[in-house]
């Protein structure tokens, strides 16, 4: 069994599933029978709300585990027992960390999440992390931090535009730190069976080649529902084109976390 690794949602752009896709996923790697854990990135919160993990007054998030050292993921995580996975949620106040770090040298901003990080892999094998959208403080840190990157894509053509910049960033990380997270993959998401996408997907494919990964996440009103519930489309509607999508990329997903483990010794 390959180490943990912990995957970023990452797209420059919002509205593009990088909640959705990671919730829904996750799911869909539970039922597999893999331990996996959310991680909700994103000052807004929405995985947490998406995940039904809304918190008590009081109580401890993603933030104080990044400005508390002594703070370990156990006092923090929320299980999901009905889905057989846990996450570390976040709170509004999250969005204060970038002024934390200002206050520190540049090297040291990733410390807090790494050493979130180092904890999740121990006890799982799937770390699955949302992020807000923009390439904001908060991202940048987290592209440090992090393994690898899963990139939701939708079918637009501005949407080509955001990926190269993305490619970029990671290339400016590795040139000053030395190292930077690989692409797991792109998903493309909220799909609609129309002659644009369908050329788009393959423009996608001659530049990204085998970096997109085959299953494609259909549009369904269903997964705009299914949050309202607390629920992944797997619960909510197992017989729904996306419930199937999902569990085929739990399977890719699955397949090149164990190649990217041989090909690292
Ligand atoms: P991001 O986190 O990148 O902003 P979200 O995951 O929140 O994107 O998705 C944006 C919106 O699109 C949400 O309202 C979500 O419910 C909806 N959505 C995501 N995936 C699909 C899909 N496959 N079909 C229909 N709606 C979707
Ligand atoms: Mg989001």
């Known amino acids: 069994m390959p180490t943990g690794l912990v995957a970023g949602l990452v797209n420059e752009k919002g509205g593009v599933g990088k909640t959705t896709v990671p919730f829904n996923l996750a799911a869909a790697?539970?039922?597999?029978?893999?331990?996996?854990?959310?991680?909700d990135c994103d000052p807004r919160a929405d995985l947490t709300l998406t995940a039904g993990a809304t918190l008590a007054q009081d109580q401890p998030s993603l933030y104080?585990?990044?400005?508390?050292?002594?703070?370990?993921?156990?006092e923090v995580l929320v299980p999901l027992p009905h889905l057989g996975l846990d996450i570390i949620p976040a709170e509004r106040d999250l969005a204060?960390?970038?002024?934390?770090?200002?206050?520190?040298?540049?090297?040291?901003?990733?410390?807090?999440?790494?050493?979130?990080?180092?904890?999740?892999?121990?006890?799982?094998?799937?770390?699955?992390?949302?992020?807000?959208?923009?390439?904001?403080?908060?991202?940048?840190?987290?592209?440090?931090?992090?393994?690898?990157?899963?990139?939701?894509q939708q079918c637009s053509f501005t949407a080509l535009y955001g990926l190269r910049e993305l490619m970029t960033v990671l290339d400016e990380i590795r040139e000053v730190w030395g190292t930077a997270p690989d692409i797991l993959g792109i998903v493309v998401t909220i799909f609609r069976r129309?002659?644009?996408?369908?050329?788009?997907i393959?423009?996608?494919?001659?530049?990204?080649?085998?970096?997109?990964?085959?299953?494609?996440?259909?549009?369904?009103?269903?997964?705009?529902e299914a949050p309202e519930f607390g629920l992944p489309i797997v619960e909510y509607e197992p017989s729904n084109p996306?419930?199937?999508?999902?569990?085929?990329?739990?399977?890719?997903?699955?397949?090149?976390?164990?190649?990217?483990?041989?090909?690292?010794?």
């Open 202 to 224: 393959e423009i996608l494919r001659e530049r990204f080649g085998g970096l997109l990964f085959n299953t494609v996440i259909p549009l369904t009103v269903r997964l705009q």
């Open 96 to 152: 204060a960390i970038e002024a934390v770090w200002r206050e520190l040298p540049h090297a040291q901003w990733p410390a807090g999440l790494r050493r979130v990080f180092e904890q999740a892999k121990q006890s799982y094998e799937l770390i699955l992390v949302d992020s807000p959208p923009g390439l904001s403080a908060l991202t940048a840190t987290l592209l440090r931090a992090i393994d690898t990157v899963i990139v939701p």
């Open 29 to 39: 790697i539970a039922r597999r029978g893999h331990r996996v854990l959310l991680i």
């Open 194 to 200: 129309t002659r644009h996408s369908a050329h788009i």
């Open 64 to 74: 104080d585990l990044l400005l508390e050292e002594d703070r370990h993921i156990s």
């Open 242 to 265: 996306a419930a199937q999508a999902f569990m085929e990329l739990a399977k890719e997903v699955l397949e090149r976390w164990h190649q990217r483990a041989q090909s690292a010794g």
